[in-house]
């Protein structure tokens, strides 16, 4: 398994740069295997569980309800990212449900079981800077899903995590394919540059 290696490979580093360089792919590989084998639900893995895409670490990351498709990453990465002067290989895409659009895990009843999962690609991702795209992620900072996102879409907060970091969070709409939805969010993401400012600076 690729995990073994890259944590042998962390044990018989020559440097401390090497080690901490191989424990990072220890640590990807060990919560990719996570994901892709989890059995938090009832579902045991039906739902063919997909994790994070993208760089890990990374100083941003985008949160989705689940994960979206690889058509909707380019878009985000095509029309979003260069408003704020980022690539794809500058961010993670990071999913707070693991199973893929189709299966029976929507939203509530799976959030609370995948949360382990979310936890791990968290803390993997180390990102300063969140970008909550939708009402499900916006719960991870007002406690509930909004009933309407249009009060808060564009804002943003500082909130504490765990480590005793602040993480900045950005709320905007779910990706959806509709194209008056689309450019709202072009609008929202022209905002972000001041929340990645901010987060560069302090």
Known sequence: MYKDKFLQLANSAATPEQ???????????????????????????????QGFSGKTP????????????????DWVCEKLLPIVGYKREDVCFIPMTSCLPGHPCLK????????????????????????????????????????????IRGSWTEVRNRQGLTDFMFVTDEWSGNQATNLLIEEDFKQLGSVLHYAWAV
């Not at 990374?58 to 990453?73: E, G, N």
């Not at 009843?109 to 795209?133: E, H, I, K």
């Open 108 to 151: 509530e009843d799976r959030r609370g079981q995948c949360r382990p999962n979310y936890d791990w690609q968290v803390s993997l991702a180390s990102s300063r800077v969140f970008v909550l795209m939708g009402k499900g992620p916006a719960s991870l900072i007002y406690g509930h899903e909004p009933e309407d996102l249009k009060s």
């Open 58 to 73: 990374a100083f941003m990351s985008i949160v989705t309800d689940v994960p979206i498709s690889v058509y909707a990453q």
């Open 19 to 49: 080690k901490s360089m191989f424990m990072g792919q220890h640590f990807r590989a060990v919560t990719r295997q996570k994901i892709e084998s989890c059995r938090l639900c009832d579902l045991g893995g039906q739902g063919r569980c």
